[in-house]
């Protein structure tokens, strides 16, 4: 069975600023998938970014870029120059070669302070 | 937007009825994904399809049923719903063959969904 954890249920940061959310996961899988999805007040599941298990350079997008230590099984997300509408709630999501269903943590709800 | 379209947006309904969502996935995707997002349950994972057959089962009542038509569309229903129905279904798909990114999964916007 695959288990994700985000142990930060709430976070804030100062607009401009940078933020780092935590995730850690387990899974017996060797080929695995670990993702980030941001969920505004809209509801809409946006994909920020991905990471594949076997890369061992860590993902960027923009302002946003991944911590992953695939030892510690831990996928952090961070988020640099912090804006307005980075304001969400934050799901860590693991999938496994063998299935691909996302596994989902509870959640990080983002406040940023103007 | 995803290019991941479902429908209808809301759906209030009573006791005991029966309801159909409706997805259609992105152009070209063959995997359709099914997932429930409740405030006690959070999001699980219900079913998977790819190109019309069942692919993967995860937590779905025997109530709930899907199937994914030859076209690629998808269709969930849930019959004899309860209160504890009520809850956020998204429908998510992804190319599920080989290629760059095949696997990410892409959401829609969501059903939801107030039993009555």
């Known amino acids: 069975a695959q288990t994700v954890t985000q142990s930060q249920p709430e976070m804030s940061v100062q607009e401009a600023e940078t933020v780092t959310l935590s995730c850690t996961y387990d899974?017996?899988?060797?080929?695995?998938?670990l993702f980030w999805y941001k969920q505004p007040p809209s509801r809409q599941m946006i994909l920020v970014i991905r990471?594949?298990?076997?890369?061992?350079q860590n993902a960027t997008e923009n302002r946003f870029s991944v911590n992953f230590q695939k030892a510690a099984k831990s996928f952090s997300l961070k988020i640099s120059d912090s804006q307005l509408g980075d304001a969400a709630m934050y799901f860590c999501?693991?999938?496994?070669?063998?299935?691909?269903?996302?596994?989902f943590g509870k959640g990080t709800k983002l406040s940023v302070i103007p | 937007d995803s290019g991941v379209t479902q429908t209808p947006k809301h759906l209030i309904t009573a006791t005991g009825q029966r309801v159909t969502l409706r997805c259609s996935p992105r152009?070209?995707?063959?995997?359709v994904y099914w997932y429930q997002q409740s405030l006690d349950q959070g999001l699980q994972f219900l079913i998977q399809?790819?190109?019309?057959?069942?692919?993967a089962k995860g937590n779905i009542l025997e109530r709930f049923s899907a199937q994914q038509f030859p076209d690629l569309h998808s269709e969930l229903n849930l019959s004899s719903l309860e209160l504890g129905d009520s809850a956020l279904y998204f429908c998510?798909?992804?190319?599920?063959?080989?290629?760059?990114?095949?696997?990410?999964?892409?959401f829609g916007p969501g059903t939801r969904l107030l039993v009555l």
């Open positions: 998510a798909s992804s190319v599920g063959t080989s290629g760059e990114d095949w696997e990410t999964q892409y």
């Open positions: 899974t017996s899988e060797s080929d695995y998938y």
């Open positions: 990471q594949e298990a076997y890369k061992q």
């Open positions: 999501a693991l999938s496994g070669a063998g299935s691909y269903q996302l596994t």
């Open positions: 152009s070209g995707d063959l995997s």
């Open positions: 399809y790819y190109n019309g057959e069942e692919r």
